[in-house]
């Protein structure tokens, strides 16, 4: 025999292997079967998208709560509407712009905890 000889090929049968369904993450299983674990995750999703409506709604309240004084500031009809019509809407669109960006990192913050995903 030649030192270098080929290694002799043996086929292994067995019973085919069945496919198991893919793992659900345990998290998931919690909100849907509606588990205290599951409700306070679904509370603590509803809490932050209420803490981000909360604070725009203080923002625009404050803003909105001071223009009065601004307006007997000014005493000239033409500033006023000027302030109406055109210094009010940059506020508005960023605090619009604001709120959806947190409404969605907050709801992707929340499937990737439900996802079992890492934080990056």
Not at 8 to 15: A, C, H, I, L, Q
């Amino acid at each position: 025999m030649s030192p270098e000889t080929a290694p002799r090929r043996e086929v292994v049968t067995g019973e085919p292997r069945r496919v198991r369904p893919l793992p659900r993450y345990r998290t998931q299983a919690e909100i849907e079967e509606q588990t205290a674990l599951g409700g306070a995750y679904v509370r603590s999703l509803m809490r932050s998208q209420l803490r981000a409506g909360l604070t725009v709604f203080a923002v625009l309240a404050l803003v909105a709560g001071t223009l009065p004084l601004l307006f007997a500031a000014l005493n000239s009809a033409a500033l006023v509407w000027a302030v109406l019509g055109f210094a009010t809407y940059p506020p508005l669109t960023l605090a619009a712009w604001w709120y959806v960006r947190r409404a969605e990192r907050n709801e992707r913050d929340f499937a990737r905890l439900v996802e079992g995903r890492p934080t990056p």
